[in-house]
């Protein structure tokens, strides 16, 4: 690998660790609407982390996303049934993907 290489591969580390972070905070808030009770600001923050997952191919992030998103929703009419197993995953595979960066 020469120093260009070199040169892009951590740009693109660099890269990816500032978009996790950026997911991780958007979760951070995502969870803290929860416990505020707040289902509007959780449904925005679980649909700004699929779409941003989204347009960075993170397409197993966005699924769990969506799917929070959608028991979200459904948690309008009645109890809310999986949410926090939900989030846990979604929390955990963000967790995954910063080990692995």
Known sequence: MDDSDRMNADRDREAAILLYAELIAEAQALGAALLDRDGDEARFRAALIAGLARSRDLSGI????????????????????????????????????????
């Open 62 to 101: 966005a699924t769990l996303a969506e799917d929070l998103g959608r028991r979200l929703a459904e948690a309008r009419d009645r109890p809310a049934i999986g949410v926090g197993a939900s989030y846990e995953r979604l929390s955990r595979a963000l967790d995954r993907l910063l080990d692995d960066a």
